[in-house]
């Protein structure tokens, strides 16, 4: 009987082995074939879904960044007016095209469309009535690279957005980062490369680790638009301002030592300056850039699918993906890990929204004493002031991380914007009683978006208007166009 037992207990360890290691030889013919190249693809190809043919777990995963659903407590991947949660950023942009609208990002998938969507480019038919450059298009699309291949550098800088409405179709994508050839990644912006230069560093020394850091870095940077550099012709190039550092003095430095400004706020008059999204520079001063994690180990973990393991191009929130992303190197609950991101969020948060009003209350303080005579000399150092707080604002604002990334370092920038707005309006106080003024300046409804933008003299109504016909007769135009365009474009299939 034992014997019978042995044999048979014998039979179903073999029979399992067999199936391990059937399984094993499976994977392994699977991933020998995983990615056998379907087609070949050459140069600049912008067309996920052909890069898609060759790599289709990554393509799939990609498409994911469609999805809208995903919420956390102070971000989104899908729509949230950014202005309507905070009006009093509408006084801080005023005379800006942002103080129009300003809507949280979406995910990688929605570039075009939220570009073409978004009423701070107005509703350009056409060059000649185009005030945008075409320099906003630089970031949304891998037909970017395409066309300064094609036209050279400079050349697309000088354009106008509608110029390229019908050439700029495909939203970000696989081109964007890899070499085609290799797959490895690869910088296809040149602002990110001249800016190491300027630092004198050579990119391509650079790891695959730091690339997986950098490729993010040739868009979540902060940067302006430098009209008078050196055979630029006037293009509205884009350059980064690291050449001093890059901590948001250094780059107040290098501003000012240019005498570089965005735009000239039209209540204070202050000269101001407009952080874009500096994601890689506050992401440098925190815990985890300092330990070696770069970007693409929280925002597009490792995944295994049929034994293969890839990375997950459902680029989003770390918090969307808690246990392929956090739990690699974080061992505690769900729970507590969410909850500490949201308590180091809140507090910079909380920064953030009491130095914005008294920002708010100090351009319209400054209105009020430019209305009752008040001279240059008087009102210099207030502006400055202005400026400095405000940058610093927007510097940790601006950021997609919502202070996570770096949240001491945020803490930091905010109390000394805070410190800074402090002394203007006290300065601006003496200013005002100077001039007979001796109480608080009356202040339109600080908590109204509508209010607002009706107090700098937006009318959004016409603005909608303007969009929608915009949206509905220009867009589907260019859209054929590009469409039909890359219909007569060689598909090289691998036989």
Known sequence: MKNWILFTATIVVVF?????????MDRKTEARFAYHPQVAIEGIEPRDS?????????????????????????????????????????????????????????????????????????????????????????????????????????????????DFGSEIINPIGCADCHDPKTMNLT??????????????????????????SLVCAQCHVEYYFDKNKPDAKGAAYVTFPWKDGFTAEDMEKYYDSIDFADWVHPLSKARMLKAQHPDYEIYSFGVHAKRGVSCADCHMPYGTEGGQKFTDHHIGSPLANVENSCFVCHR?????????????????????????????????EAEKAWKLGATEAKMAKILKGIRNAQWRWDYVSASHGAGFHAPLESSRIIASGSAIIQDARVELARVL???????????????????????????????????????????????????????????????
């Not at 009706?454 to 859209?479: H, S």
């Open 16 to 24: 399992l082995l067999s199936m391990l290691v059937y399984s094993i």
């Open 332 to 364: 505690e609950k769900v729970s507590d890990l969410v909850n500490d991101v949201y308590e180091r969020q809140g507090k910079v948060k909380q920064g953030v929204m009491q130095l914005q009003r008294h920002i708010a209350m100090a351009h319209l």
């Open 433 to 495: 009683a100077s001039l007979g003024h001796n109480e608080p300046v009356q202040m339109p409804n600080l908590s109204s978006k509508s209010a607002l933008q009706a107090y700098i003299g937006i009318d959004l109504e016409k603005e909608k208007i303007q969009k929608a016909n915009f949206l509905e007769q220009v867009v589907p135009k260019w859209l054929k166009e590009g469409k039909e365009r890359e219909a007569k474009l060689k598909v090289n299939m691998i036989q």
């Open 50 to 162: 052909l890069w898609g043919m060759n790599y289709p777990r990554q393509y799939q995963s990609y498409q994911k960044t469609l999805d809208t659903t995903f919420k956390s407590k102070y971000n989104t991947s899908g729509f949230r007016d950014a202005l309507e949660e905070n009006p009093e950023s509408i006084i801080l942009w005023a005379g800006y095209a942002f103080s129009k609208g300003y809507n949280q990002p979406r995910g990688h998938n929605h570039a075009i469309r939220d570009v073409l969507s978004s009423v701070r480019i107005g509703a350009p038919k056409d060059p000649e009535e185009d005030n945008m450059p075409s320099t906003c298009w630089t970031c949304k699309s891998p037909d970017v690279p395409r066309l300064m291949s094609e036209l050279g550098v400079t050349e697309f800088y000088s354009k106008k957005l509608s």
């Open 187 to 212: 910088i296809t912006r040149p602002a990110l490369i001249e800016a190491y230069q300027a630092m004198g560093k050579d990119i391509n020394k650079a790891s695959h680790q730091e690339m997986r």
